[in-house]
């Protein structure tokens, strides 16, 4: 089985860059996917590609992956990117997994 | 606009099955996978299985191989997931998402008590 490890928690003051990990084999080999989620919402994709931006999501919202660790940035937290944030990843034989979620607290 | 609307909460019994919904518009039903993915309560985001709404294929986590079943209607563009078996683990939002992920349904609760 496959695994993907998150910090549980990260915290940073507005306007400071958060940074959010996620390490697994995998990664070395598969792309990754970054969600956030807000209380009571559904997830909404902010990274895939392990560095590709959908449309609609802000710019201070970055990827970057290294060997077995990807990195989701946001440049200049702001107070509504205070949300749960989980790294995905799908290998080969339907093996899909995410990571445990990191809470982002920013004040 | 393109969205997944589910079919509402449910409370069910341990033992029994339930069969959630997810109505897709805006969009061609068939050119897009669908995911289902649950959280239960306080708990992270765990992937139940995907299936194909061309052909109906399917592929499931193994954790639910023998309890969950994917399903497919292409004349409303609807794809089912039936859990059986129900135990009072599974109470949780069950999520459709379409194959890149991009669109999510707005989750149905599913509580399993006696």
């Known amino acids: 089985s496959y695994e993907l490890t998150q910090p549980s928690s990260v915290s940073v003051s507005p306007g400071q860059t958060a940074r959010i990990t996620c390490s697994g084999d995998v990664l070395a080999k598969k792309y990754a996917r970054w969600f956030q989620q807000k209380p009571g919402q559904a997830p909404v994709l902010v990274i895939y590609?392990?560095?590709e931006r959908p449309s609609g999501i802000p710019e201070r919202f970055s990827g970057s992956s290294s060997g077995t660790t990807v990195t989701l940035t946001i440049s200049g937290a702001q107070v509504e990117d205070e949300a749960d944030y989980y790294c995905?990843?799908?290998?080969?034989?339907?093996?899909?997994?995410f990571g445990g979620g990191t809470k982002l607290t920013v004040l | 606009q393109v969205q997944l609307v589910q079919s509402g909460a449910e409370v069910k019994k341990p033992g029994a099955s339930v069969k959630v919904s997810c109505k897709a518009s805006?969009?061609?039903?068939?050119?897009?996978?669908m995911h289902w993915v649950r959280q239960a309560p306080g708990q992270g985001l765990e992937w139940m299985g995907i299936i194909n709404p061309s052909g109906g294929s399917t592929s499931y986590a193994q954790k639910f191989q023998g309890r969950v079943t994917m399903t497919r209607d292409t004349s409303t563009s609807t794809v089912y997931m039936e859990l059986s078996s129900l135990r009072s683990e599974d109470t949780a939002v069950y999520y459709c998402?379409?194959?890149?992920?991009?669109?999510w349904g707005q989750g149905t609760m599913v509580t399993v008590s006696s």
């Open positions: 998402a379409r194959g890149y992920y991009d669109i």
């Open positions: 995905y990843s799908a290998a080969d034989n339907n093996g899909v997994v």
């Open positions: 590609k392990d560095s």
């Open positions: 805006g969009y061609t039903f068939t050119s897009y996978y």
